[in-house]
């Protein structure tokens, strides 16, 4: 079974700073990553994806996030936060099993706060 | 336009009632799920569809019945709602296929949120 892990339920950073979303997965095949966000009382918006081309993935509104294999992470960074940021973000991990139709595991989410 | 849409947005209904949350993609996808997010705001996937048929089913109780009369809609139909069924569901899709591979973006609508009273 292939599971995430996000961790820190809650990230509280200044705007301008660094934003830092740790995501660890656990996978027996080489898996396929995602970062989902989802703003209060709406949908999830795809920010990026990693599905085994390149380790740095970049994705909208300024995030990027690395596949590390060593580590099993995939962290989520953007070098400055925006007030527009604060939101609830989920990192997770398509199924594998030899068919597109896979399921998503998705982690508990962080929810990102930006202070002025 | 709308990707994914599901309605109603927002539904408040008593214990013991039958209700449905209607889907609809018009994104060509052939694959389409229901996810459940519950008041920790934890996802967890219900069912998958593909081309109508039923490929996921994560032991749901049998109150609730998905329906997909064609490839663009999935319907979620629950009997006999307990409190415990408050939530929000969301609807979303994908395109499947031979060599497509798990890279696939998954599109999510934007959610039914239930509430059982």
């Known amino acids: 079974a292939q599971s995430v892990t996000q961790l820190g339920s809650h990230v509280s950073v200044s705007e301008g700073a660094l934003v830092l979303l740790r995501c660890n997965y656990s996978?027996?095949?080489?898996?396929?990553l995602f970062w989902y966000v989802q703003y209060p009382n709406q949908g999830l918006q795809l920010l990026l994806k990693?599905?085994?081309?390149?380790?740095l993935v970049k994705g909208i509104n300024g995030f990027e996030a690395e596949f590390k294999k060593s580590e099993t992470s995939f962290h989520l960074t953007k070098p400055s936060a925006h007030m527009s940021d604060a939101a609830e973000y989920f990192c997770?991990?398509?199924?594998?099993?030899?068919?597109?139709?896979?399921?998503?595991?998705f982690g508990q989410g962080t929810i990102l706060t930006v202070h002025p | 336009d709308t990707a994914v849409s599901q309605t109603p947005k927002y539904l408040v209904t008593q214990m013991g009632n039958d209700k449905s949350i209607k889907c609809e993609q018009n994104?060509?996808?052939?694959?389409m799920y229901w996810y459940k997010q519950d008041s920790k705001k934890f996802l967890k996937i219900m069912f998958s569809y593909n081309n109508k048929e039923l490929i996921i089913n994560e032991t749901v109780p049998n109150r609730f019945s998905p329906k997909s009369p064609d490839k663009a809609h999935l319907n979620l139909h629950i009997n006999s709602l307990e409190l415990g069924d408050s939530a929000v569901y969301f609807c979303?899709?994908?395109?499947?296929?031979?060599?497509?591979?798990?890279?696939?973006?998954?599109?999510f609508g934007e959610g039914s949120w239930l509430t059982v009273v």
């Open positions: 996978s027996s095949v080489p898996p396929y």
């Open positions: 990693y599905t085994s081309a390149a380790t």
């Open positions: 997770a991990v398509r199924n594998a099993g030899g068919t597109s139709y896979g399921k998503l595991t």
């Open positions: 979303a899709s994908s395109q499947a296929g031979p060599g497509q591979g798990r890279g696939n973006t998954i599109y």
């Open positions: 994104l060509g996808h052939d694959t």
